[in-house]
């Protein structure tokens, strides 16, 4: 179907018959603004949100960067993808814990968001982490919401309590914080009725809960399927209740989701999990730039940033190369590179974005976690060490470990790795410098420690 | 309480909230012009009508505005409620019923969009409104607590559940349901079944082994197919439509929730691009907050500015 052509195609085609003028008018980048509005709108984005960001985003397409590129419809694109994943917020927000115990959270929502799935998946998701949660059931007007919670309790084996319906729920949860008192259970989950945000007497009453719990996390539970109403319904809870952050569930299904930026827009509050399934493990922490793509419905996406970042890296990565011929290439360099990577997202995806590698690194399987580690270590080096490798002795890498707090085996490695890497990084410089000499083969944007040579955190699958 | 009254009261309540939402089409003592049409496709889009859809009724309204030679602002909006009024469909059908025998009523739609709800309101309507008798049959043997909740509706209404216990075959439940129906002469039964996102494959498939199942017993059930979207829901709406229709061949929506702010527009797209009709609508909690779909309250509610 026409509808879902992707937005960087129809960006693309926007921007094709510009090709060869120049500079871009603002006229120009009108056209690529509509299709990026359109775009957000199928995707469910709020009105008024996407007018917002349409003109942010023009902004800056307007300005120097886009013009500098070769192709504006992929620069765009990749603004759009910036900007959106900037606009949903710092990688995963966490839950607040208390000092002192215990941590009071409480969820709320419309009618049939997921909320009292979402409190037991907390609950479970707390447990395994050393906490005794405790699920408090203050929904007292659907039938058998209390037996639903209580079921769920059973389920990932966390107490529940209950007052039966017949209490009003802020009776409940007095109760309920007494009984985690006894019962020394240090975090206390309430799961509160639907109801809508203009039910003014409802609205009330979770006021009242808050006042007398007074709790550390007040998550919003949205449907990540809700359409324009998201910002009504999120301003209100907010402006109510003092939301700390958001809950979107039911993201297993297709919907392109732009009830996240919404929301996040007009609460200004992160986006904490999303639930991607009915079994009780379905708790994921939010990550905005997977958002972002999914919001755009581009796979492609991720090509198009590829493009863009051939052409904007080619400066930087000829910085790079001259380093390199020189051997001047050290920690620091090697650090810039590895925080440039994660910056941009999922490391697999990304090496397919790396100029000049592509497609035969698709089979490559990265650790994350080891590169984390890695990191670590070069952190835990002084400036001074970082940029003279040379001078990292013995007792100097015994230190470097103790502050990563990994082996100090793992710090040998690293050096020797880096060495090796640096020494093929040499052979390639002068291998390239002499390609040039034969007027062959284009610049030198190999990213370093990341090409055949260094082993360190990728191993073939 | 008629439903626009009851919207009235719902919209009353919204106060400040819905105001700025459509105040924006003063359509007096304008000329109609290009800012015009772009606050009514505006206007729809708010409404969760979806971009193509709204497209294409502006299209349509210009077509008539040059065909009927309208000048005056004010003569627009009526045209466009025609045109949505005609996209919904402007006759509202009734539920189709067996000739003879018990009339099966399969409802069907993903996790928490009112469907246990939605069965209790329209038993207690079948029953009460059209001297009906009603049976239930608990499907959704999944959800913790589901059977409990669809008794407290058979309660409410005042008519028999079938069930068996949580983790039961579903299709084996709304067997038994067509079964005791057929042999206790109901009227009706209406058959609650787990929520389930349209693109999960195998719970689907089960969806398409429920009807089997009770083909074997009424050859012709279900007679309608049930299909209840949150009024809430953005476009996804249509995607859902779009697969349960696949699958269980929907032949008619009950549009939740519309008691809240949400318009509900979508339901234009999904009348659009896969012509079901809708045939109630919910405007709360209570037993009695269903109602028979009426397109030209929708659409006024629609575009309701307000101040209705
Ligand atoms: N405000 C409002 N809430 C509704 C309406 N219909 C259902 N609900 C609520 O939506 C929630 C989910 O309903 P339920 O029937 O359990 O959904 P199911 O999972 O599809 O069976 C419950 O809290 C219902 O009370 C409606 O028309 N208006
Ligand atoms: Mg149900």
Redesign the interface.
Known sequence: MA?FESLSEKLTNAFARLRGKGKLTESDVSDAMREIR?AL????VN?KVVKEFVAKVKERAIGQEVMETLNPGQMVVKIVYEELTALMGGENAKLEIAERPPTIIMLCG?????KTTHAAKLALKLKKEGKKPLMVAADI?????I??L???GQ?VDVPVFSMGDKVSPVEIVRGGFTYAAENHRDVILVDTAGR?????ELMGELQQIKSVLNPHEILLVV?A?????AV??AE?FNEKLGITGVILT?L?????G??ALSVRQVTGQPIKFVGVG?KVEALEPFHPDRMAQRILNMGDVLTLIEKAQEQIDQKQAEEMARKMMKAEFDFEDFLEQMRAMKRMGPLQDLLKMIPGLGAQMKDINIDEKEMAHIEAMILSMTPKERRHPDIINVRRRERIAKGAGRPIAEVHRLMKQFEQSKKMIKQLGVMDKMMKKKGKGKGFPKLPGLGGGFPGPFGKR | MGFFDRLKEGLAKTKAALVDKVTSIMTVFRKIDEELFEELEEALIQGDVGVETSMKLVESLRKEVRARGLKNGEELLPVMKELVADMLGSEVEPLMMAPSGPTVILVVGVNGVGKTTTIGKLAHHLKEDRGLSVMLAAADTFRAAAIDQLMVWGERAGVPVVAQGEGADPAAVAFDGVKAAREQGYDVLLIDTAGRLHNKVNLMEELRKIKRVIQKEVPEAPHETLLVLDATTGQNAVQQTKLFKEVAGVTAIALTKLDGTAKGGVVVAVCDQESVPVKYIGVGERIDDLQPFDPTAFVDALFATGKV
């Open positions: 509808m359109m709108l199928e995707a469910d009105f419309l009618q049939g968001a997921g007007y659907r039938p058998a919401a037996k639903q209580e079921v769920m389920k809508l945000h203009i039910d003014e449907d399927m809700t359409g324009q109403d009504t319904v209100h039911k297993d299904g297709d919907t392109r732009g009830a009915e």
